[in-house]
């Protein structure tokens, strides 16, 4: 059956390709763009491969954007708009810290209560967080985007009890590392404030965890599980994949409640 799908961050890498790939397969999307530039972009991709998407640009911090949510009917609302800092928790600045709340949980709540109030109104859809394996996991360095998208985690569930009665479904999905560039420029970011000579953290420690980066999935194998995961009406409530990453998780998952200081 063939949805209209919303879709932010629809500008770089996964959003990017589930979004061409969804209307590839005759779904209607809206995607969306944080910046003009991704917008003309996509665009011009969009029409060389003949395909029929609204495209228009959303920093969803941005009460102005926000307000064009309403001008668009959908079946299918997709959180996706993020970004990726990492640093040490115990010293990372503040501001930063507070940067990524401010996108990846507050922004990403207020466009989902917007669809929210759309989708109960008509009694049916869906909405579904880009979460990520950091949801579930707690990998040194890599605090801040963590501790967002465990807040993701605890909002989603919570809003999937809350919406089912309304007849919207709520769920997530949690990629493990893909190489979309994604995670390696948030690894880049700490080194801009780090310093040696001031900060107790040490710099090969952070390097070490950096090379894990090394060994990162390929995203069309992820973009070609959201193109499933995003139009279907039954699936589960969190789609982890890779299955290796799924299978980590939840052996992380039992391994906290072995977990001694």
């Known amino acids: 059956m063939v949805k209209t799908i919303f879709i932010t961050g629809a500008g770089t890498g996964l959003g990017r390709g589930a979004a061409l790939g969804l209307a590839s ?74 940067a990524l709340f401010e996108v990846n949980v ?8 917007i669809a ?14 880009m979460s990520s394996m950091a949801g579930i996991s707690a990998t ?13 985690e605890g909002i989603a569930q919570t809003l999937k009890a809350e919406l089912e009665g309304f007849g ?10 893909f190489n979309t560039g994604f995670n ?21 420690d952070m390097k070490k965890q950096d090379e894990q980066l090394k060994n990162q999935f ?8 959201m193109i499933e995961i995003i139009p279907a009406d039954e699936h589960k409530f969190r789609t982890v994949y890779p299955g290796e990453t799924e299978k980590q998780l939840k052996k992380t998952e039992q391994e906290r409640w072995n977990m001694n200081i």
């Open 140 to 152: 040194p360095y890599v605090g801040p985007y963590t501790a967002t998208k465990h807040a993701i």
């Open 25 to 98: 397969e005759g779904h209607h999307v809206i995607a969306t763009t944080e910046l003009t530039s991704q917008k003309t972009d996509l665009l011009r991709e969009a029409e060389e491969k003949g395909l029929d998407m609204d495209v228009f640009k959303l920093d969803i911090t941005n009460p102005r954007d926000l307000e064009q949510i309403e001008n668009y009917d959908f079946d299918v609302f997709v959180a996706n708009a993020a970004i990726n800092e990492g640093g040490p928790l115990g010293e990372v600045p503040m501001d930063r810290f507070r």
């Open 116 to 129: 929210a109030r759309k989708l109960v109104k008509k009694g049916n859809g869906k909405i579904i967080f």
């Open 218 to 225: 390929d995203p069309e194998d992820m973009i070609k599980k």
């Open 106 to 113: 507050f922004g990403t709540l207020e466009t989902v209560q």
């Open 168 to 177: 919207v479904k709520v769920a997530t999905i949690n990629p493990g590392a």
């Open 184 to 204: 390696d420029r948030s690894a880049e970011e700490k080194y801009k404030w780090y310093d040696e000579e001031k900060n107790f953290t040490n710099k090969e």
